[in-house]
């Protein structure tokens, strides 16, 4: 069954570093997605992506965070200045059509010390 | 009001038991719904799409009622494997895309 691929799976990084999310999604899927869960609470949107672009965002997506698809196959999402409360889990999805459920990948653990 | 509220249990139950999840959602423009599971600490997958005639797979049922914004799951012969958080999840249209609003989750536990 096709994958989206997270990786690091586990980021530790100091308050006010740069941290780069890498995301994999699923080959002929043409939506892409951040979301993210701060432990103990709910999934949240942070960002939509779509054709090269952002579609739409949350207020939490503020101007730390940055969005980019480099290649074919790649898509990242760039904290350039983290904090504390930026520690959650990060999770990648993509689907085919806007309106289907979504295939999440595995997320990556960002720990904020 | 939530976007989308669910009774957060935990629901403990024997094996074998039959189990009902509830949720609401508050935007009555969503388009599309689904019962997703989570296991601690790992990504939501997607257990069912739900519509308005009802769908049924295997052990699983889920039904939406669109008038009054409710979305039900239901789980027969309940196996120590259902045991995680289920998740209602509601696909909200934005201005320009959609976005998938979760509840909070509801905890199942099935016990031998």
């Known amino acids: 069954e096709p994958e989206v691929t997270q990786t690091p799976s586990h980021q530790v990084t100091q308050m006010g570093q740069e941290v780069i999310l890498r995301c994999v999604p699923i080959s002929n899927h043409l939506y892409f997605y951040w979301y993210r869960q701060i432990l103990g609470q709910k999934v949240e949107f942070l960002v939509s992506f779509y054709n090269n672009e952002i579609s739409e965002k949350s207020e939490i997506f503020d101007d730390q965070f940055s969005v980019e698809r480099p290649d074919g196959s790649n898509f990242t999402l760039k904290i350039r200045s983290t904090k504390l409360e930026d520690s959650a889990m990060y999770f990648c999805?993509?689907?085919?059509?806007?309106?289907?459920?979504?295939?999440f990948g595995s997320g990556t653990r960002l720990t904020v010390v | 009001r939530k976007e989308v509220e669910q009774d957060p249990g935990p629901f403990n139950v024997p094996e074998g038991a039959t189990v009902a999840f509830n949720c609401t959602y508050s935007?009555?423009?969503?388009?599309?719904f689904f019962w997703y599971r989570q296991d601690c600490r790992k990504e939501p997958k997607l257990l069912m799409s739900?519509?308005?005639s009802g769908n049924e797979d295997g052990r699983f049922t889920a039904q939406l009622n669109r008038a009054s914004q409710y979305i039900s799951l239901l789980i027969r012969d309940s196996k120590l494997s259902d045991s995680a958080t289920y998740l209602c999840v509601v696909n909200t249209p934005m201005e320009y895309g959609n976005k998938l609003v979760f509840g909070a989750g509801t905890i199942l536990r099935v016990k031998s």
């Open positions: 935007n009555s423009a969503s388009q599309s």
């Open positions: 999805a993509s689907t085919p059509r806007d309106s289907y459920g979504y295939t």
């Open positions: 739900v519509y308005s």
